[in-house]
């Protein structure tokens, strides 16, 4: 079942989630009328939730509700109070049912509302988020990711409520590959999904594939990468004798290849003919090198410290060594969607802005790691996921690092970046000809969105849309892109 349930939240004898005991209105009436309407349990529960969050007029009460049912709920309105209490609650305990529970019966729901009240203007809130979200286009939304650490906020957004605080009901759906994540996407069957920041850039442009204007509200994750290294190679920490091995990206239009190749043109290595670099899709990469396929890669995490984990491979060094504070995911969707659900669009960039700073916290990091550890995200030991949010890590060499910002959130997508993503595509003839940097990363990546919605969540984003950037001693000047393509002594332009 997909939305939380609809108890009371101050009331520490009812559960504020979908079980077998839960008697919210939801599963009262869903158990009423199983026995004569034919349908799934998942199919009436969708037709429920149907009535309640999408009604046709904001102020008709659904006709699901009996006189029987206790909760008080005349009107859509009601019900929408009531689901923004309830994720309001739930955040104040962490998410943590349990917590909520145990503290509400030892103060009572009465003193709990009170100081819930002196702390946070639930009253203000219920009306400034049902005043700027208008009436959604659309509440079920598919959404896309690819299983990794860099779509933190993306996955937990699922488990932790993020979506349905913004009356959302979406459903994260595992994907393979970045070829795969780009086809759906083109195709509509995603209505947005977890991207490499190079790739509505490149979608746009109808670089490796059809053209089609995508946008790019919002930055996953900065840094969270690492190049990785077989055992074999613990004597070969110099990438002057990389000649002839075989690497690995995630995909061509990525950040990985991208890093990758400065990194070894920046050590004298021509990627292109001094060493291979094959696209293997992220959760192919450990097993890759443990079969010899690979003497490395350069590949979001999980993986990184996965191979570390299964003694495969080590970690030669983070990407943040490369370029401190790089992009590397985003949250992207058609221009199409978006002007078609602007909101819709709104409320789920809001959901995935919010759920972005809430992991930008380390201290929600282990609790984050044991959300999205399950089999239907991630699929992997929370250790695992834990070293690489914590930052706290054994490195497969013999040591245990503390790096807090191996990884870190931050949603802002700034034009500059954009810029050097379009220098690098440039310079590996990934596009040719004349190219309007600054025009189409401005398109693209729309900090203005992004900006206005921080303000609104209490965020403060920054004052300037670009800035230089210091790369393995070079400094990159956004403002003169062609002399930076062309400053290179190994590219293909």
Request: charged share 25%.
């Amino acid at each position: 079942m997909t939305y939380k349930s609809l108890n009371d939240p101050f009331n520490p004898d009812k559960s504020l989630l979908h079980e077998a005991s839960c008697d919210c209105a939801l599963c009262k009436s869903a158990q009423q009328n199983l026995a004569t309407d034919n349908l799934s349990a998942s199919q009436r529960q969708e037709v429920l939730e149907k009535q309640i969050f999408e009604p046709a007029t904001t102020d008709q009460p659904s006709t699901i509700y009996t006189a029987e049912d206790n909760t008080g709920l005349a009107s859509t309105e009601d019900m929408m109070d009531r689901a923004i209490e309830s994720a309001v609650v739930r955040s104040v305990f962490g998410h943590n049912e349990m917590s909520r529970r145990s503290f509400l019966g030892l103060v009572g729901a009465g003193t709990a509302t009170a100081l819930l009240g002196s702390m946070f203007p639930l009253n203000e809130a219920k009306a400034a988020l049902k005043d700027s979200l208008g009436k959604l286009e659309k509440t079920k939304l598919d959404v896309g990711f690819v299983p990794i650490t860099c779509a933190t906020p993306i996955i937990m957004a699922h488990p932790m409520g993020f979506y349905e605080k913004y009356g959302l009901d979406v459903n994260v759906i595992k994907t393979a590959g970045w070829a795969v994540a780009r086809d759906k996407s083109l195709s509509n069957e995603y209505d947005a999904a977890h991207m490499l920041t190079p790739m509505p850039l490149a979608m746009s442009m109808g670089a490796g594939s059809t053209a089609k204007p995508f946008i790019m509200p919002a930055v996953e994750n900065i840094n969270g990468q690492a190049i990785v290294l077989h055992v074999d190679h613990k004597d070969k920490r110099d990438p002057k004798q990389w000649k002839g091995f075989k690497f690995g990206v995630p995909f061509e239009y990525s950040m990985h290849n991208f890093l990758l190749r400065y990194y070894l043109a920046e050590h004298g290595l021509d990627p292109d003919t001094d060493v291979q670099i094959r696209v293997v899709p992220p959760p192919e990469m450990v097993a890759n090198l443990r079969a010899g396929n690979l003497d490395g890669y350069l590949s979001p995490d999980p993986f990184n410290q996965r191979a570390v984990w299964e003694k495969v491979g080590f970690i030669h060094l983070l990407t943040k060594e490369i370029w401190e504070g790089h992009p590397c995911c985003a949250f992207a969707c058609s221009q199409e969607f978006a002007t078609e659900n602007p909101n819709t669009y709104g409320a789920l960039l809001r959901a995935i802005i919010d759920a972005t700073h809430y992991s930008a916290k380390q201290e929600n990091r282990k609790e984050i790691a044991e959300a999205i550890a399950p089999k239907n995200y991630l699929n992997q030991p929370v250790p695992v996921i834990q070293q690489v949010l914590t930052g706290r890590y054994a490195d497969g060499l013999g040591g245990v690092q503390n790096e807090p910002s191996r990884i870190d959130f931050d949603p802002f997508p700034w034009h500059s970046m954009g810029v050097w993503i379009l220098t690098q595509m440039k310079r590996w003839g990934y596009i040719k000809g004349d190219v309007e940097y600054r025009k189409i990363a401005e398109e693209v990546y729309l900090a203005a969105d992004t900006a206005k919605i921080m303000k609104e969540l209490g965020y403060t984003p920054p004052d300037k849309t670009y800035e230089n950037y210091t790369i393995m001693g070079k400094t990159f000047d956004y403002t003169k892109p062609e002399e930076y393509v062309n400053s290179f002594a190994i590219r293909r332009t």
